[in-house]
């Protein structure tokens, strides 16, 4: 009897999770959708890899300066590219966050190292919002006079040309006062061309550190970066480092062989000595 009534309980458990799936899965017909919506739900970030970035447009920096994007970085840096607006309530200021939680976890400087260049989609915002959201993340990153950071705003124009250039969606509600959008950051080389896309709101280390390596073409990072890179492998379709077995198997031989051919260089050297005492010896 307990047998059946297990059994029993199994089955009404089963068939309510299954009329919930397929209750949660067909829309309900008397439930009239938000025509509204739909535009926003359509707007998405992919970037092409190895695209050049127009960094001859002009924008005003936070100093007020309006100048091409090419002069607001330091020459021959990899640079990290995000696009957002200052005033939005949530997705752009965790980018940020993510962006700067990254950073202090990464013992490059920058300024020497690479570049943060921030440029608004929203052509209302100014260099004095900008400026603000500037000194807020500099703070929150641990140096206020941190160099090669770049918060910039733009016309209608030069926003549009910029992010249809890297495939940056986005759309403007009315009703909210707000923006629909998608996120991530884009890691450009020293002459401008996206290196790596690191896609969403949370940036590993590894992977934001290794995109500056890559990008920069060996020029920052260290030994134990580069030899990483022989191990990792950047995925254009997930935008994150993976491991590549193949890669790490070869390495392993390679430091085998290595090792193996230093014991007997030793061992040999060591025969050599013995054998010199020995016949040493033997004149004596």
Not at 62 to 88: E, F, H, N, Q, W
Request: aromatic content about 10%; hydrophobic content about 40%.
């Amino acid at each position: 009897m307990r047998r059946l009534n297990l059994i029993f309980s199994c089955f009404l458990i089963s068939f309510s999770l299954l009329a919930q799936e397929t209750e949660e899965s067909v829309e309900n017909p008397y439930v009239p959708r938000d025509p509204r919506t739909e535009p926003f739900l359509n707007v998405s970030f992919s970037p092409e890899l190895d695209t050049a970035v127009p960094l001859d447009l002009e924008f005003m920096s936070d100093s007020g300066m309006r100048m091409p994007l090419r002069d607001m970085i330091l020459p021959g840096k990899p640079t990290i590219l995000a696009i957002v607006y200052y005033r939005c309530p949530t997705m752009c200021n965790l980018v940020l966050n993510g962006l700067v939680s990254t950073l202090k976890e990464i013992n490059f400087v920058s300024g020497e190292d690479y570049n943060v260049l921030a440029v608004s989609f929203d052509p209302e915002e100014t260099h004095v919002t900008a400026g603000q959201k500037k000194s807020n993340y500099l703070r929150d990153f641990g140096n206020r006079d941190a160099e090669g950071w770049t918060f910039a705003v733009g016309d209608e124009s030069e926003i549009e040309r910029l992010t249809q250039a890297v495939n940056f969606g986005y759309k403007y509600d009315a009703m909210d006062d707000q923006y629909s959008h998608g996120s991530g950051l884009l890691i450009l080389t020293p002459d401008g061309r996206i290196s790596r896309f690191l896609p969403g709101l949370m940036y590993p280390v590894l992977d934001t550190r290794l995109a500056l390596v890559e990008a920069a073409e060996g020029k920052i990072g260290s030994l134990t970066d580069k030899l990483a890179l022989l191990c990792y492998s950047y995925d254009p379709e997930t935008g994150r480092y993976g491991l590549l077995v193949k890669r790490i198997i070869l390495v392993s031989c390679l430091i085998t062989i290595a090792a193996v051919a230093w014991m007997i260089i030793s061992l040999l050297k060591i025969d050599r000595k013995r054998t010199r005492e020995s016949l040493a010896e033997q004149t004596s």
